[in-house]
C-alpha cells in the first residue's frame, strides 16, 4: 500500500511499515499540496500539525486508513471518515507515562517554586525566603479527574510518593488498586491537589468552570495536562488572583499558542506552563511511532504480528 507520513514518526515505526512491504513518502505537504497529493495514498498517518479536513478526505480517492499517532482525533473529521467508510486508528495508551511524569512534575514545580525561582535566579535574586515554604507531595490528597490510561498512570505513581489519592470517572465503581472511587462534589471539595485527565466536553463547556472553582478547598492545585477548553482559563485566573486557588499548571490551552488574552494568567507568578508537550518523551514518540505502524499493518494485514 502507498502510505504518505506527514508529521514524522520514529524511525523504529518507519521500519516497522516498510519490512511489512509497504511505499512510504515521509513528506510535511502544506494544506494545499496535500489536496493536489492525498489522490496518490492509501493511508495517511498524522501526528497534529496535519488537519486531516472534509476536503482532504474527499479528496483522497484512494484511502482506506487514517492514522493519528496520539490520543485525541482532534486534527481529524472522523464524523465525514467514518461515513465514508474509512477505518480511523490511534494510540491511545503509548503516551500515558509520558503525560503522567510532565503532570506530577507539574505538582513538583508549583509545591517547590521550580517554576519561578530559576527566572528569579536569572534576574540576580536569591529568593531563598519566599521559596522556602513549600509544601511536600507526600500526605496531601490528589484527586483524579478521569481515570482512563493517562489518569490511571498518574495515580500509581503518586501512591508511589506517598500521596493519597481518590478518582471521580462515571463508568468506574471498582479498581484493581488503591484509590479511593468517588463523587465528583467530594473529589472537588477535599482534594489538596486535582489533575484532569479527561476529554473535552464540546456541548458541555469547560468541566471545571466558577461553579467547580467554588467548590474546592482554598489552596488547591490544579493541573491540566489534558486539553485545552476542560478548565474555564478566566474563571481561573481569577480563583488564582482571589487566592482560591493556590496554584495551576496547564500543558494545554484554549489556543495553542496562546493569544496576548491569555498572557495574563500564563504570566501569574503561581502558574506552570509548558507547550502542550505532555505526550512528546523519546521513549512516548517511539511507543507511539511503533503502536501506530502495527496498527496500521494490521489493518492491511489482519495476520500480522501473530
Ligand atoms: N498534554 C498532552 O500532550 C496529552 C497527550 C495525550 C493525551 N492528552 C489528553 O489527556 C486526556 C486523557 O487522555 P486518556 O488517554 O487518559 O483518555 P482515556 O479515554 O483513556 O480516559 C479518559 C477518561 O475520562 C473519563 N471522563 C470523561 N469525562 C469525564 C468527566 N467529566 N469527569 C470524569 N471523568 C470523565 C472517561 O470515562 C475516561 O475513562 C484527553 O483529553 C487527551 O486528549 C493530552
Known amino acids: 500500500m502507498k502510505i504518505l507520513i506527514t508529521d514524522g514518526i520514529s524511525p523504529e515505526g518507519a521500519k516497522i511499515l516498510t519490512e511489512a512491504g509497504h511505499d512510504v513518502d515521509q513528506v510535511k505537504y502544506t494544506p494545499e499540496e496535500l489536496l493536489v497529493n492525498i489522490g496518490k495514498y492509501d493511508c495517511i498517518i498524522v501526528r497534529s500539525a496535519t488537519k486531516v479536513t472534509k476536503e482532504v478526505i474527499e479528496a483522497g480517492k484512494n484511502l482506506k486508513v487514517i492514522a493519528r499517532g496520539g490520543v485525541g482525533l482532534d486534527n481529524i473529521d472522523v464524523e465525514v471518515a467514518k461515513a465514508k467508510n474509512l477505518l480511523v486508528l490511534n494510540t491511545p495508551g503509548a503516551s500515558a507515562i509520558s503525560v503522567a511524569e510532565l503532570a506530577i512534575g507539574h505538582m513538583f514545580a508549583l509545591s517547590r517554586f521550580l517554576h519561578i525561582s530559576k527566572m ?126 493556590g496554584g495551576v499548571a496547564l500543558d494545554v490551552f484554549v489556543n495553542e499558542p496562546p493569544t496576548e488574552a491569555q498572557q495574563a494568567l500564563i504570566k501569574h507568578p503561581r502558574v506552570s506552563v509548558s507547550p502542550h508537550i505532555g505526550g512528546s518523551t523519546v521513549e512516548g514518540q517511539e511507543r507511539v511511532g511503533i503502536e501506530i505502524a502495527q496498527r496500521v499493518v494490521k489493518a492491511f494485514n489482519p495476520d500480522a504480528f501473530h
Open 120 to 245: 528569579d535566579m536569572l534576574a540576580g535574586k536569591w529568593p531563598k525566603k519566599e521559596y522556602s515554604k513549600g509544601i511536600e507531595l507526600h500526605g496531601k490528597t490528589l484527586g483524579v479527574m478521569g481515570f482512563g490510561n493517562i489518569g490511571k498512570e498518574v495515580a500509581r505513581m503518586a501512591l508511589g510518593l506517598g500521596m493519597n489519592v481518590m478518582a471521580y470517572d462515571p463508568p468506574f465503581t471498582l479498581m484493581d488498586f488503591v484509590v479511593r472511587i468517588t463523587t465528583r462534589e467530594k473529589l472537588l471539595a477535599e482534594a489538596d491537589f486535582i489533575t484532569l485527565h479527561i476529554p473535552v466536553d464540546k456541548k458541555g463547556g469547560p468541566a471545571i468552570g466558577k461553579k467547580e472553582l467554588e467548590m474546592m478547598k482554598k489552596g488547591v492545585i490544579i493541573v491540566n495536562c489534558a486539553r485545552g477548553g476542560v478548565v474555564d482559563e478566566v474563571a481561573l485566573l481569577d480563583a488564582l488572583e482571589s487566592g482560591k486557588v
